[in-house]
């Protein structure tokens, strides 16, 4: 069936093609971070009050990595400790920060009751695959190693992100269950890339190439993969031997969106391999959407959705 936008998100694309913003595969890196960063100054709903919002650095081979840990002002403590959420922002790999996701991290740690890290992971073309998922990974078991310091109950630690954050939490979950560290409760995939492929049908679509078009996956990719491998499942997780043995799995799908078979495919085959999912479509919305509550009520109800899910886990 043909994808038919709801009324908001057409509203919203439409403004977004009225302003005349260039193509991403058009500007440089830096330039498109900063086109994003704008988009999402004009998006993003009022954030709610906290009780803090600080910067962390997390230790690694590298040196550090950047987070910010959001603490809410009521928690969902036992013995003190709080669960949390480790934070992968989207963006291809190439754009996006702490900024560009600072808002929908506050709304998770405020509705969810829990301590949110989000993570500044390396970007390309600059740092290019793996090391964003080295970052990843790194920030997992550095967060999990000094969860008592952090407030945090290492037995309820859950990964996150849309879109590549999403792809990291997936990526995450299976470094994890592999290595048999560090625990992980659960992963919110939210449209995530799962398949480098890009040979699903909705890949092809006309009516998908909304914001996250076709070409600028294509341009995204070059900059994170280069001459790498895409059936490595550090960047293809779909392409783990097999998914049995995973955390819980909250999965969102958008309906115009390029990702959206892949992901749809991703939950079936979490489920298939015994794995308990939440799975919810938004067929009427594009790419993006989930930070995108000032102009689409949808994206506060995914929010307030994935919320009462990391309730549920306790």
């Known amino acids: 069936m043909p994808v038919v936008l709801d009324p908001d998100a057409a509203a919203a694309y439409k403004a977004f093609q009225e302003a005349g913003r260039p193509a991403y595969e058009t500007l440089t890196a830096p330039e498109a971070r900063d086109y994003?960063?704008?988009?999402?100054?004009?998006?993003?709903?009022?954030?709610?009050?906290?009780?803090?919002?600080?910067?962390?650095?997390?230790?690694?081979?590298?040196?550090?990595?950047?987070?910010?840990?959001?603490t809410p002002k009521r928690l969902r403590q036992k013995d003190g400790l709080a669960p949390a959420l480790v934070f992968f922002h989207g963006g291809g790999w190439v754009i996006g920060n702490l900024e560009t996701h600072d808002v929908v991290c506050r709304k998770l740690a405020h509705e969810g009751e829990l301590i949110v890290i989000s993570v500044d992971y390396r970007l390309a073309p600059e740092h290019k695959f793996p090391a964003a998922v080295e970052d990843a990974i790194a920030s997992a078991q550095w967060i999990?190693?000094?969860?008592?310091?952090?407030?945090?109950?290492?037995?309820?630690?859950?990964v996150g992100g849309d879109s590549a954050g999403g792809n990291l939490a997936a990526v995450?979950?299976?470094?994890?269950r592999d290595k048999g560290r560090p625990q992980i409760a659960g992963q919110v995939l939210v449209y995530p890339a799962t398949d480098f492929s890009r040979k699903h049908p909705s890949h092809r679509e006309p009516e998908t190439s909304i914001l996250l078009t076709h070409s600028v996956i294509g341009w995204f990719m070059n900059h994170y993969m280069g001459d790498a491998d895409i059936s490595d499942w550090r960047a293809s997780p779909a392409r783990a031997k097999t998914l049995a043995g995973l955390p819980p799995a909250y999965v969102l799908t958008a309906g115009a969106d390029p990702l959206r078979d892949e992901g749809d495919e991703y939950a079936a085959r979490l489920k298939a391999a015994g794995i308990a999912v939440a799975y919810r479509h938004f067929p009427g919305q594009f790419h993006g959407f989930f930070t995108m509550g000032k102009l689409l009520n949808q994206a506060n109800i995914a929010v307030t959705e994935i919320a009462t899910w990391l309730k549920a886990l306790d």
């Open 172 to 176: 995450v979950s299976l470094d994890a």
């Open 144 to 158: 999990a190693d000094n969860a008592k310091e952090l407030g945090i109950d290492a037995s309820r630690l859950v």
């Open 36 to 70: 994003y960063m704008q988009a999402r100054l004009v998006s993003n709903p009022q954030p709610p009050e906290l009780q803090s919002a600080e910067p962390l650095a997390i230790a690694a081979a590298h040196g550090t990595i950047p987070a910010r840990i959001y």
